[in-house]
């Protein structure tokens, strides 16, 4: 089974400034995928950013990088330069190919940004 | 290219009734899957479709809930006799047939059990 853990339930950072959303996860598939999700007070789920368990270079997505460190099992989310806008929820997912097509969720982490 | 479109947005239906929830997936995507986000928790899957075909409904609840992806026409998520624990935001997604790439998501139906 499949298991995403985002530790941190509500973080705050300054207009401006980088913030890191943890995400750890737990498979015995070697071939998965890891994703973020964004989801603001409108409900929409919003993808960020993908990363393939078989992919060398982190991904980077504009203002969103993931922080993939394969043998700690983590996949941690970087916002740089944060917006007003950047306020939401922020999802961790992942997808073990091997296990079907579904995708498993964290908990979330609710990020509030600071003018 | 539309997005994944839902709907109805906000259903409200008491205690007994039946609630019908309608995905059509982007364009040229075959691969539908349904998610429930209970109030503060992530998604959890409910189940996969393609066409004509239930691949894997090992997150549905065995009773009452039901779901189709017909050959025309949008997917359906039923949900019989509803009860207030039913109430949440039901999410649909979609995704082309090469297996790697993300899920889009529609903007959700919230549904609230009176």
């Known amino acids: 089974a499949q298991k995403i853990t985002q530790t941190q339930p509500g973080m705050f950072v300054q207009e401006k400034e980088a913030v890191t959303l943890d995400c750890t996860y737990d498979?015995?598939?070697?071939?998965?995928?890891l994703f973020w999700y964004k989801q603001p007070s409108s409900g929409e789920m919003i993808f960020l950013i993908y990363?393939?368990?078989?992919?060398?270079q982190n991904a980077t997505e504009g203002r969103y990088s993931l922080n993939f460190q394969k043998a700690r099992k983590s996949a941690n989310l970087v916002i740089s330069a944060s917006q007003l806008g950047d306020s939401a929820m922020y999802f961790c997912?992942?997808?073990?190919?091997?296990?079907?097509?579904?995708?498993?969720f964290g908990g979330g982490t609710r990020l509030m940004v600071k003018p | 290219n539309a997005g994944v479109m839902q709907n109805p947005r906000h259903l409200v239906r008491r205690r007994g009734q039946e609630a019908r929830l309608r995905c059509s997936p982007m364009?040229?995507?075959?691969?539908v899957y349904w998610y429930r986000q209970l109030p503060e928790e992530g998604l959890k899957f409910m189940v996969y479709?393609?066409?004509?075909?239930?691949?894997?409904e090992s997150g549905m609840p065995k009773e009452r809930f039901s779901a189709e992806f017909p050959k025309e026409g949008p997917s359906i998520l039923r949900i019989q006799q509803v009860v207030r624990g039913d109430s949440a935001a039901y999410f649909c997604?979609?995704?082309?047939?090469?297996?790697?790439?993300?899920?889009?998501f529609g903007p959700g139906t919230r549904l609230t059990v009176l």
């Open positions: 479709l393609q066409k004509e075909n239930i691949i894997d």
């Open positions: 997604a979609s995704s082309p047939q090469q297996l790697r790439n993300e899920q889009f």
């Open positions: 498979t015995s598939d070697p071939s998965y995928g």
């Open positions: 364009k040229g995507h075959s691969h």
């Open positions: 990363q393939g368990s078989y992919d060398q």
């Open positions: 997912a992942m997808r073990a190919y091997n296990a079907g097509n579904m995708l498993t």
